[in-house]
């Protein structure tokens, strides 16, 4: 019998839709409590002992271009990026007009590596962002060593990594920024929305004033109410309450979420450990976003294909690398070859759930499937 197993799917429980309309039954939608308290709330979870700052945002890349403006990253400089990620994170260098320059990924994680990103290294190279790709923590240790040794700033993309952590630290905390995602199928949603994380405080309070407008007081700092100065210029990047709210009811259960999907990854890998022609993508302090599996032997897109017939929704992280989309490949040109691994796991790759709403029946069920449709393949 078919099923119907979403890729993923928000887990909006009646809390979450409480915690809303709270702030809706009130008069405060914008600049208030719930948008404070939800980068507290973060932070206590980043870092129980403190030294996270959290700034809410609009996006993750509204975090990402923000940290790029607050840095001072900007036109004839150059920001070592991965190939193998969402646009999203090269737009962030784009737009604030430096150079994005490509580096392919490390074939087992999907992640860039300090050794891939020393041999891209130029005299213009300012930065490097890193993504911890589908939730795989990059060796950022290693990485940092490297950006402390040429003096660069290091910008995390933490976008399905909430909960990834290194040794203990979580991701974010590596770098001189790390910025986060609350799309509607991560593992907590706001709707839209991101966070802005770093270890400084000064930078979190720089970034909250880029992010409303560069106006030099928030409400509760003026003295008489719509008295303010911009003393630089600013973007409107904000989080509303009712996005904060939801975000805030979610955190309450980021432990259950999280441990859900660890369990649901490890079960639905070890039902796919003896499948030839299978290889999952892994790495110690994975958050579990989804399971990135390379299909070695046979056409991704008929795989996919036989799934959805199945009822098994799938996706693709990513459909191409970067530099092959058509904006970055007529601006920069691009050469067949040249991200091999990266091509190998967009053209390969198939992602499937783990998410909350997957049962272990369906684990089974997925993992049969994929055989099922594996085998049917390459007849």
């Not at 809410?56 to 923000?66: D, E, F, G, I």
């Not at 991965?82 to 490390?106: I, K, L, N």
């Not at 087992?108 to 930065?127: D, F, H, M, V, Y």
Request: with cysteine; hydrophobic share 45%.
């Amino acid at each position: 019998m078919t099923r119907n197993i979403p890729f993923g799917r928000p887990w909006i429980t009646d809390d979450d839709r409480a915690a809303v309309l709270e702030v809706l039954n009130g008069t405060v939608l914008t600049h208030g409590p719930q948008c404070a308290g939800f980068e507290a709330d973060f932070a206590a979870f980043m870092a129980p002992d403190g030294g996270a700052h959290c700034v809410s945002v609009s996006s993750c890349m509204a975090a990402l271009h923000l940290a790029w403006l607050h840095f001072g990253i900007g036109p004839g400089d150059e920001v070592v990026v991965p190939a193998m990620t969402h646009t999203a994170t090269v737009h962030a260098v784009e737009w604030v007009g430096a150079r994005p320059v490509f580096v392919d990924c490390d074939p087992a994680t999907g992640n860039l590596t300090a050794e891939r990103i020393e041999r891209a290294l130029t005299p213009q190279t300012k930065a490097i962002c890193v993504v911890h790709f589908v939730g795989i923590p990059c060796d950022m240790p290693a990485i940092r060593a490297l950006a402390d040794a040429r003096n660069l700033r290091l910008v995390e993309d933490c976008a399905l990594a909430v909960g990834a952590r290194i040794e203990g630290t979580h991701v974010g905390l590596f770098g001189d920024a790390g910025c986060f995602s609350f799309y509607p199928v991560k593992h907590l949603t706001t709707g839209e929305g991101g966070l802005f994380v770093t270890r400084h405080p000064e930078v979190a309070k720089n970034v909250a004033r880029l992010r409303a407008f560069g106006v030099d007081r928030s409400h509760t700092e003026r003295a008489m109410p719509g008295m303010y100065d911009v003393p630089e210029l600013g973007l409107n990047y904000r989080m509303s309450e009712m996005q904060a709210a939801l975000g805030r009811a979610q955190m309450r259960r980021i432990g259950e979420n999280l441990a859900g999907r660890a369990a649901s990854f490890a079960l639905l890998e070890s039902l796919l450990a003896d499948l030839p022609g299978v290889r999952v993508l892994d790495g110690a302090g994975n958050s579990h976003y989804c399971l990135v599996a390379v299909l070695e032997a046979a056409s991704r897109n008929d795989v996919a294909a036989r799934l959805k017939e199945a009822g098994i929704g799938t996706s693709v992280y990513y459909p191409h690398p970067v530099p092959r989309l058509q904006y970055y490949r007529e601006r920069y040109g691009y050469e067949a070859g040249a991200f091999a691994e990266a091509a190998r796991i967009s053209d390969c790759s198939l992602a499937l759930p783990v998410s909350w709403h997957v049962s272990e029946d369906d684990l089974r069920y997925i993992a049969a499937s994929l055989r099922h449709a594996l085998s049917k393949v390459e007849e």
